[in-house]
Nanobody, 129 residues
Framework: QLQLTESGPGLVKPSQTLSLTCTVFGDNLNTRSFAWSWIRQPPGKGLEWIGNIDYSATASYNPSLKSRTSISRDVAKNQFTLHLNSVTPEDTGVYYC?????????????????????WGQGTQVTVSS
């Protein structure tokens, strides 16, 4: 049974780097059918696609966040990690990791939906001094 679990600090200071890890159970990161994604939801707003990494370790990013974002993976640990640097309070929100079928990635980049793919339960991140 597939399970994705996000972990990381719940509080980050402005200008620091936010690092979140997603641990995958029940599948492996080398599967070609899926991309491993990060999505977030700021308070009172809709879902926003951050980026994803695929079986070949190729990462894609939301253009609006690309300059501050990197996604990496550790196949041995079956984990993938989000790094978002120079955070501001606007980066506050719930962060989700998800397994998304490859053919649905184009739609997810513009309009993420929890009905697509498999999602972790999410983790709250607050950026505050």
């Amino acid at each position: 049974q597939l399970q994705l679990t996000e972990s990381g600090p719940g509080l980050v200071k402005p200008s620091q780097t936010l690092s979140l890890t997603c641990t995958v159970f029940g599948d492996n990161l080398n599967t070609r059918s899926f991309a491993w994604s990060w999505i977030r939801q700021p308070p009172g707003k809709g879902l926003e696609w951050i980026g994803n990494i695929d079986y070949s370790a190729t990462a894609s990013y939301n253009p609006s966040l690309k300059s501050r974002t990197s996604i990496s993976r550790d196949v041995a640990k079956n984990q993938f990690t989000l790094h978002l640097n120079s955070v501001t309070p606007e980066d506050t929100g719930v962060y989700y990791c998800a397994r998304i079928p490859h053919w649905q990635i184009p739609a997810m980049t513009s309009r993420p939906a929890k009905t697509v793919g498999d999602w972790g339960q999410g983790t709250q991140v607050t950026v505050s001094s």
